[in-house]
DNA sequence: ACTTGACCCTGACGCGACGTCAGACTGCAG
DNA sequence: CTGCAGTCTGACGTCGCGTCAGGGTCAAGT
């Protein structure tokens, strides 16, 4: 019966170095169960566990302070751990697998002696934070209809596409914003004109119906980053976009 | 035209900050092309090109002076780059893979009310080394018959075989350290006798041949990552094990 | 022409996650 | 009882930036 380990031995097994679990103690991370009479580090298999699941959480990225949140949470049972390795490692594959996708793209095009401009490459790894939403987004709706046909149409994007998209947002958000800060009422014509412009921008990447289009107004309140987004651009912007949205809805109801 | 870009421009673009481009300036891993009468940076487009060098090979985990030496390599054409980088995504993607079948081997494992061991869970982020060693290994053997059967047969080690295959193997080295150290001829019976242990000990991973045994010899010097380990070991013990084995093969051709 | 606000510059310090000594103690093998 | 490998606790160093501070620049609006 193997009942306990020294730093050495946790150490090359789990291949750290024994700084690390040093390390992992001070910010009471890792914490050994015992210590012999003269102080030696004593892990037991409880802390061999730990570090595995910390280990794996290290790997994805995850800032220690954050993974000792996660570790210490009471109401996580272990399924709930794996259930969310899962879901975080198919995500990774995935965002590998655009990587691949993209290298391979670019050896096809350097092949045949095309040049992809720069904007092009950097794409790929450009919009991290979009790519996390991505990510987020894929495991909500990944089933839907809509998602599938918004990946689909944007595979077909060029880069123009993107641009002018963009563009067309950005002066969309203009009208709003103006709009709002000169008074203009939600439910008024000319709120509900911009509302159905905004769905018909959605429309770029997948058919948004009136009814979805509420969801998605309601969800700029709801979710943090969506509100942030809005209220970035002028405070109050996300709830008035919500109202336009909702009473350009019900006038096509 | 779009000649030349801004900081925040790039930034943008590739998703990063500009202090971190600044600290890649600083470090001369990516200097603006130009700088305008004022002093602002100008990148332009061979410098966003190399940008999305830099943030590939950053995203797979190389610090940045090596990929500084990496891309300064003059006798490095681009189809070289997209080559190696399409290789590491692969062995990337099969240490995911290999973490997915850890998890839901570990998931299996835990419906059915069996509790893995800590050092099972840890053998998957354990032997980070090893592991890497394998990508490698995969990427110059992985089509050899000898590689598919040592994984098969790997797959089916338990705990208990890893420990006594390591105790063997340790057990093994010290004795070549003995003989080496007290000076015995590598192509002495006794050496050869030890050559032949080792070669069964390969025994346990697949069927090693004589030739192939020859041709792991004469790797162990040609490649400096074993040749350390073994000269970690003992100075000198590289060589010896290797003109061992060539003995060896020569007595039973 | 002037202001304003967004953007840019150069230091310089801070931080997370360890690496790497130094100096002293411990445990076990021969 | 003498090595020598393993362990201990500070403490400083490193890498890849984040985050101010203090000051110049640029395009737009008035």
């Not at 975080?88 to 996708?101: E, G, N, S």
């Not at 509100?227 to 970035?232: A, F, G, H, I, S």
Request: aromatic share 8%.
């Amino acid at each position: 019966m193997n009942r306990s380990y020294t730093v050495g031995q946790v150490a090359t097994l789990a291949g750290v170095t024994v700084r690390t679990l040093h390390h992992y103690e001070q910010i009471a991370l890792l914490v050994p169960g015992d210590r012999t009479a003269a102080g030696y580090r004593q892990y037991a298999a409880a802390d061999l566990d730990r570090l595995s699941q910390i280990l794996f959480y290290r790997e994805l990225g995850f800032p220690l302070d954050e993974i000792s949140t996660l570790l210490d949470d009471p109401d996580a049972d272990p399924a709930e751990h794996l259930r969310r390795q899962h879901t975080l490692l198919t995500a990774r594959l995935q965002r590998l697998q655009a990587m691949v996708d993209a290298v391979t793209k670019e050896m096809k095009a350097q092949m045949s002696g095309i040049n992809l401009t720069p904007e092009e490459k950097l794409e790929i790894f450009g919009d991290h934070l979009p790519e996390e939403y991505a990510e987020e987004a894929q495991q909500r709706w990944g089933d839907s209809a809509e998602w599938a046909q918004s990946t689909e149409r944007t595979a077909r994007f060029t880069k123009e596409d993107w641009i002018r998209i963009k563009a067309e947002t950005d002066e969309l958000e203009g009208r709003m914003v103006a709009a709002l800060a000169s008074g203009v009422d939600p439910a008024s014509t000319e709120a509900t004109a911009l509302a159905e412009e905004h769905r018909a921008g959605i429309g770029n990447f997948y058919d948004c119906s009136f009814h979805m289009h509420r969801c998605l107004g309601d969800m700029y309140l709801a979710d943090e980053r969506f509100t942030k987004y809005y209220e970035d651009k002028a405070t109050g912007l996300a709830q008035w976009l919500r109202d336009a949205i909702h009473a350009n809805a019900d006038q096509h109801a």
